[in-house]
């Protein structure tokens, strides 16, 4: 790590958020007091031979076929493997050529995480990589995306490496996984990063949207709880304000585990509702490039029924693969109703402080995989932490109530 | 010349607008041919939005009376109707009009031929 003043305050402060499914970065100048951080838009392969800059950068890993050829990039003509949209499309259509959820395996201490282990179940032509290789190539993608953009737009370079970065990282990362984290970077170019936990994080961005107004929201005593539900993984964190020669401070007081259960299995599951409809009306069953598209549009459906209380359905079309779009396509409904008992009653449901996850005895197959929740009820996760740091309080001098 | 085909196979990509406007609907229903047409909105529309920022071209709302002082750019407003004479004109909104504030395609690295504006696909 090189010291601060070394830079004179110029370049910029950049905050990477390194994502299970989704990585994402945003950059503020460090010569401007008032400046507020913006998103920058990230270069990636988004079809074959095709460039598009785009906000989000799906956390994916995409090994070219021989017969394919380069996956060039404007900067390097040669690559033989995608990150982003490309490299998620490719995942849908040759899923055993992809690297998807990476940093559930960095996570991950019943495998090696420096081995080439990924993809699982890759073909022979596959020269493998570790967990932390594909963070490291994430990583390296940000920072060449980083420096053609501001080479493009003819402004002065400001290599990505020497910027003050900031990665965040699960309060839930056990200290090896977050060694791991550092060492991609390391690997990446990056030589000036501080790795900020994402709950924390998320706290700064709640107080610096409140303006001044969080010192009336927040008091010395008061215990946040910070849900973290992505696209993969659910976290739970729980933030003190304790008082510190006078100053408010912010400390951690207690964590719960990495949840492999987020978004995208809520989406799965409103998907195999609609599916077990389609088949009833008599329709045949969808293949795997179906359910791929109806697990996209059951997202969108529930987004819309979730944002609009007036709506009691939404249409449901999957279209034709081949390249006659009308006529041939499944068509049915995602309802209210659906997505409530689904979400709801299976993901969240109204439980007692006393209710935990049901942990399933793992086979020696599964043992191979990612460690997935068995219990796909968020909220009982969430009564397991609770009930496991009802000490935590105690432990940083706050009043607490021994009976929870 | 290749720009115009990124937009193409943008709209493709993420609409199937190519399939849809090439293949013959006469002979289906409504219903189905609803149905296709929210896949091809859905996708078109977000790849519209996500690419380009269009604005009205008038801030008025469409049927207000509006008044176009002498000296109006005639390639921002169409006049229509009962036209004579020189301004300042008195008239119906009819159409906001749309400015393309700012159009962001995607783009080709070298070597790759745009005129593919969709691989055909192969199952192994």
């Known amino acids: 790590m090189t010291d601060r003043d070394s830079h004179g ?4 402060v950049v905050g990477i958020d390194l994502g299970t499914t989704h990585t994402a970065m945003a950059c503020a100048r460090r010569d401007d007091e008032k400046a507020r951080p913006e998103v920058v838009a990230i270069s990636q392969l988004v079809a074959a031979g095709t460039l598009d800059a785009r906000t989000l950068l799906p956390s994916f890993l995409y090994f070219a076929a021989e017969a394919e050829g380069a996956l060039a990039l404007p900067w390097d003509a040669e690559r033989r493997l995608a990150v982003g949209e490309f490299a998620r499309a490719r995942g849908a259509d040759a ?20 081995g080439a282990i990924l993809p699982q179940g890759a073909p022979e032509d596959i020269e493998k990589i570790s ?3 594909v963070s490291w190539r994430y990583l390296e993608h940000l920072s060449e995306a980083w420096d053609a953009r501001l080479a493009r737009e003819g402004h002065a370079p400001a290599p990505l490496g020497q910027q003050e970065v900031v990665i965040t990282v699960p309060a839930s990362f056990d200290a090896g996984a977050r060694e791991l984290t550092a060492e991609a970077a390391m690997a990446a170019g990056l030589e000036n990063v501080t790795l900020l936990e994402e709950p924390q994080a998320a706290l700064y961005a709640w107080i610096d949207a409140m303006g001044d107004g969080w010192r009336k929201e927040l008091r010395v005593g008061d215990v946040i709880l910070v849900i973290d539900i992505g696209g993969g993984t659910t976290d739970f964190s729980a933030i003190a304000a304790v008082e510190n020669e006078g100053a408010l401070e912010l400390v951690r007081v207690a964590v719960g585990d990495h949840i492999l259960l987020g978004g995208d299995n809520m989406d799965l599951a409103l998907a195999h509702v609609v599916r077990q409809k389609v088949m009833q009306a008599g329709g045949a069953d969808l293949d795997r490039w179906q359910m ?9 459906a529930k987004e819309r029924l979730l944002s609009d209380a007036q709506l009691e359905a939404v249409p449901i079309v999957l279209a034709a693969r081949g390249s006659k779009l009308v006529g041939g396509g499944v068509r049915s409904e995602l309802t209210r109703e659906e997505v409530t008992r689904v979400l709801v009653e299976g993901f969240f449901p109204v439980v007692p402080a006393s209710a935990r996850p049901v942990v399933r005895a793992r086979g020696a197959l599964t043992q191979l995989g990612l460690p997935y929740a068995s219990d796909a009820a968020v909220t009982k996760h969430l009564a397991a932490v609770l009930g496991r740091q009802a000490g935590a309080l105690a432990r940083v001098g706050l009043p607490h109530d021994e009976s929870v | 010349m290749e720009s115009a085909l990124q937009l193409l196979a943008l709209f493709q990509r993420e609409g199937r607008l190519v ?4 293949q013959e609907i006469a002979p289906f229903a409504d219903a189905e041919i609803g149905a296709t047409a929210r896949v091809v909105h859905e996708g078109c529309r977000k790849a519209l939005l996500s690419h380009a920022t269009l604005v009205p071209v008038r801030s008025e709302e469409e049927d207000a009376a509006v008044t176009l002082n002498a000296g109006f750019d005639p390639a921002e407003v169409k006049l229509t109707g009962n ?6 004109y008195r008239g119906v909104l009819r159409h906001r009009g749309w400015r393309a504030k700012e159009l962001k395609l995607p783009a080709a690295v070298a ?12 199952e192994l």
């Open chain 1, 9 to 12: 305050g110029q370049g910029f």
């Open chain 1, 95 to 114: 899923p055993l050529r992809t690297v998807a959820s990476a940093k559930s395996w960095l996570c991950h201490p019943g495998v090696d995480r420096r």
């Open chain 1, 131 to 133: 967990p932390v290789e």
């Open chain 1, 292 to 300: 791929g598209a109806l697990t996209h549009a059951c997202r969108g």
């Open chain 2, 19 to 22: 399939d849809f406007l090439t």
């Open chain 2, 83 to 88: 036209v004579k004479g020189a301004g300042p």
């Open chain 2, 111 to 122: 070597g790759h031929d745009a005129a593919i504006l969709c691989p055909a696909e192969v």
